[in-house]
């Protein structure tokens, strides 16, 4: 993204988040995929080799702003430490990027086509950077708000 302002850029993602949402792209991925099953397989097969014959240079995100459990979860008597998100690559898609809340953690998940994507660490390395900023400006604005009854925000 073009921009330099980490609480910009949130903004922005935000904004983007909740147009998509409002916009009916759930909707429309539910009836194509409605549609596929009522469609004889060696049709439906027959499109998806198609559809994956198409040229796919983008990356490919997949953001959720769903939260994940607020409590930690327990599995056989064990408490699950750290919830992993995956969103799958396939198709040609080359990078997907997903988010999870789990309890007070936000966990991240990035797999790329290692032959096609040049260096998914410094995506990573720029996600672990935009997040250590934010909450450095987090941090810094409580602060502010303890100094009294009033304060400016800029």
Do not use: C
């Amino acid at each position: 993204m073009d921009q330099e302002n980490p609480l910009q850029r949130l903004r922005i993602v935000h904004s983007r988040l909740t147009r998509a949402k409002a916009g009916g792209q759930r909707q429309f991925g539910n009836t194509l995929m409605a549609i596929a099953n009522r469609l004889p397989f060696p049709m439906t097969a027959w499109a998806v080799g198609l559809l994956m014959r198409l040229p796919q240079r983008g990356v490919v995100t997949v953001a959720t702003n769903v939260p994940g459990p607020r409590r930690p979860l327990q599995i056989m008597g064990r408490r699950v430490l750290d919830l992993y998100p995956v969103s799958p690559i396939a198709m040609q898609l080359r990078t997907s990027v997903a988010m999870l809340s789990y309890a007070d953690d936000l966990y991240f998940g990035i797999l790329a086509d290692y032959d096609v994507v040049a260096d998914a660490g410094q995506l990573a390395r720029g996600i672990e950077d935009a997040v250590a900023r934010l909450v450095a400006i987090s941090k810094r604005r409580k602060v502010t708000r303890r100094r009294g009854a009033l304060s400016l925000v800029v």
